[in-house]
C-alpha cells in the first residue's frame, strides 16, 4: 500500500492541527497505522497508531490526552487530531502502515509550533 501524508503547516502553541493519512491503492484493513514525528537533531520517535480493524488506539506518554488518532472509512484513511499544540511538537510526521512485519512510510509532513 502507498501512503499519502497531508495537513502539516504553522501554528500558535496552543493551536490544533489535523494530518491525514491515505491508502493509495489500496486499503488499511489489517493494518495497523501509525505516526512518528522527527525533530531535527533527534531521532524518529512514536506518536500513536490504531489497529484499523479494531479501532484499538495507541499514544506516546508525551500525547495522551492532546491527540486523537482515529480511521477515515469513507476516505481510506488515518486521521491524527493534534490539539494543546506544544513547541516541542514540531517536526516532521510520518505516517507509517504494517501488516505481517512489513513497514511502509509515506512521505513526512512538517508541522511547526510557534511559541
Known amino acids: 500500500v502507498q501512503l499519502q501524508a497531508s495537513g502539516g503547516g504553522l501554528v500558535q502553541a496552543g493551536g490544533s492541527l489535523r494530518l491525514s493519512c491515505a491508502a493509495i491503492?489500496?486499503?488499511?484493513?489489517?493494518?495497523?497505522v501509525g505516526w512518528f514525528r522527527q525533530a531535527p537533531g533527534k531521532g524518529r520517535e512514536f506518536v500513536a497508531a490504531i489497529r484499523w480493524n479494531s479501532r484499538h488506539t495507541y499514544y506516546a506518554d508525551s500525547v495522551k490526552g492532546r491527540f486523537i488518532t482515529s480511521r477515515d472509512n469513507a476516505n481510506k484513511s488515518v486521521n491524527l487530531e493534534m490539539n494543546s499544540l506544544k513547541p516541542e511538537d514540531s517536526g516532521v510526521y510520518y505516517c507509517?502502515?504494517?501488516?505481517?512485519?512489513?513497514?511502509?512510510w509515506g512521505q513526512g509532513t512538517l508541522v511547526t509550533v510557534s511559541s
Open positions: 507509517n502502515a504494517r501488516r505481517l512485519a512489513v513497514d511502509y
Open positions: 491503492g489500496g486499503t488499511f484493513r489489517d493494518y495497523v
